[in-house]
C-alpha cells in the first residue's frame, strides 16, 4: 500500500478504490432551430478550441473551420438540411494543440 493508504488504514478507515476523473466527451446534439447543431467538449484549461465541420470526410480538403470559441461549446448555424454533417474538435493550449477528437456525424435538420 501506498504511505496515503497506511495512514488512512491506521486511522481506522477504509480506502476506497480511486477512480480518475472521466474525461467529458466531445458530442454534437441539435440545434434549437433548423439548421443548426450544438456542439459540445471538455474544457481546455487557459485554452481555446477549435472546431470543423465537414459534408464529405473522404477529401481531407473538405473540412470548413468553424469559429474558435474559449468556451468548451458553440452552436453552429445556417447547415443546408437535410444533410449529413461530420465534425471534428480540438483543444488549444500553451502546450499546443491536442490531437482531433473522434469525427462525429449528425444528420442536421
Known sequence: TSG???IILSA??????FSPKQKQVFSV???GIPGSVYLTAAKALRGSHEWESSSDITLATA?????????AHTTV???VTPKLYYFRHRSITPDGASDWDDTLSTMVV
Not at 481506522?12 to 478504490?17: E, F, L
Open 4 to 6: 496515503a493508504s497506511t
Open 12 to 17: 481506522g478507515m477504509d480506502v476506497k478504490g
Open 29 to 31: 446534439s441539435a440545434g
Open 63 to 71: 473540412w470548413v473551420r468553424i469559429e474558435p470559441t474559449v468556451q
Open 77 to 79: 448555424t445556417g447547415l
